[in-house]
């Protein structure tokens, strides 16, 4: 049971997250006020499924975009089905490959695919040359040809994009504002939250999380930053939450590329 003191400093935090979910909710009435396209970029982690869900409670219209590769765990298909139906997201996902998953597929999800050429003897090329697999021998000519380059068909119409950035990420993230202006406008409206913070919030409004993030190895390492399959390993606790991903690479902790680079 809760002691005294430890209820007034729960009540306490309660309140201050109250006010951050009221501002953040504020962010997106006033982006969505000012933007006629708008949409959200959903990659399936815990982050992008708190942002979706706030923003679908102030607009309960807006649009849902996916970048997708053919990397991702079969896991994050399995859950954005699922998703999908608890909270009819019907996301628009952008895919470089040739047929569209057969999950997908059976449950009516909007694929647009993407010609796979460059990648393709891109890959083959680096494989042949390295002996090693794209992603890891070369992760960000990975990330730009399955992630960046389809972000920017999937941005190409709008005039802003909400995301589930935030500062307590790790490394690459600590400068982000709420609103970034540079190129395509983007509203990042849960910048402030911590991770214990999205992880109330999801369950607060019965969201399951990706079933990744419930896996817990026997040194105590879990997932907390989910990306693609090979590039996503478990950290501690005491790490960044973003220290898991591109291990082993020049790439550690960083950035796909989406939020770096100008895509529009
Ligand atoms: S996260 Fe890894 S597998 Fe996915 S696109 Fe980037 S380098 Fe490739």
Redesign the pocket.
Known sequence: MLQKEDMLQKNEMDDIFEKKLEHSKEIVRQAVKEYEKIAVACSFGKDSMAVVHLAREVAPKIPIFSIL?R??PVETLTYLVEMNNQMNLDPEVYLVAEEVPSILKENNINVNLLPTKKFDEISLEIEKTSGKK??ESN??I??N???VDPAKQAVKDLDAWVCGLRNTEGRTRKDYKEVERRGLVKINPILSWTEEEVLHYLKKNKIALHPWYGKVFPDGRRIRSL?????TVPIFDNQEERDG??QGTS?CGGE?GIHTQTLK
């Not at 990306?227 to 590039?231: D, F, K, M, Q, V």
């Open positions: 590769t990397f991702k794209i992603y992760p960000d990975c990330c040809l399955l992630k990306g693609c399959e090979p590039c991903r591109w790439k796909c």
